[in-house]
């Protein structure tokens, strides 16, 4: 069975320095693996995607995650924090089922950012 | 562009009453649609997912229940609702696909439903 494991449930960083989340997959085959976003009281929104193309995947809002299959990590990464970037971050992985979609979230990981 | 939109944004109703909360999706058709609960300080846990109208498939036991009754509209329902069914409910929808492709989900932005 899939799973994604959210190292951290808290991470705590200032402005402007960079922002690491880290993410751990199981997978018995080739996953395809997200990182959402929500903000308070939001509905969650799609950060970037992995799906079997290049391991360093870019997203939005200066956002980046590397596919490392040795290690088993999907890790989110951005060099320079805002303010705005304080949120619910989830990380997640699809299961492979034909004819729809079923993901499996990991508990979450709430970015706390001071001026 | 495809949109979702979720009614009502907040409900706050007493133990023992129904519920019913609509989901819709625009400028897409014959999409999956799914229903999840987050409960406070948890990850999201999927309660319901439809590949067609008429079509709903339960992932846990519970007091809910489903419905699509249209291509792109989904309901959630109670007929009695427990202290346990508050929390933060997410419509989601995706691309219905026949192959072992993957594709993301887009969230509608959610009830919050109190149950008191």
């Known amino acids: 069975a899939q799973s994604v494991t959210q190292l951290d449930s808290h991470v705590s960083v200032s402005e402007g320095t960079p922002v690491l989340l880290r993410c751990n997959y199981s997978s018995s085959y080739s996953p395809s693996l997200f990182w959402y976003v929500q903000h308070p009281n939001k509905g969650l929104q799609l950060l970037l995607k992995?799906?079997?193309?290049?391991?360093l995947v870019k997203g939005i809002n200066g956002f980046e995650a590397e596919f490392k299959k040795s290690e088993t990590s999907f890790h989110l990464t951005k060099p320079s924090a805002h303010m705005s970037d304080a949120a619910e971050y989830f990380c997640?992985?699809?299961?492979?089922?034909?004819?729809?979609?079923?993901?499996?979230f990991g508990t979450g990981t709430r970015l706390l950012v001071s001026p | 562009s495809q949109t979702i939109h979720q009614w009502p944004a907040t409900l706050v109703q007493p133990v023992g009453s129904p519920l019913s909360l609509e989901c819709t999706v625009e400028g897409t058709s014959n999409p999956n649609l799914y229903w999840y609960r987050q409960a406070a300080g948890r990850g999201l846990q999927l309660l319901f997912y439809?590949?067609?109208?008429?079509?709903i498939s339960s992932e846990v036991p519970q007091n809910l229940s489903a419905s699509r009754p249209q291509d792109r509209q989904f309901i959630l329902s109670s007929k009695k609702l427990l202290l346990s069914d508050s929390g933060f409910y997410l419509c989601?929808?995706?691309?219905?696909?026949?192959?072992?492709?993957?594709?993301?989900?887009?969230f509608g932005p959610g009830t919050r439903l109190t149950v008191t």
């Open positions: 992995y799906t079997s193309a290049a391991t």
């Open positions: 997640v992985v699809s299961t492979r089922n034909t004819g729809f979609q079923k993901l499996v």
């Open positions: 989601a929808w995706s691309v219905h696909i026949w192959s072992w492709s993957s594709y993301e989900q887009y």
């Open positions: 439809s590949v067609g109208i008429g079509q």
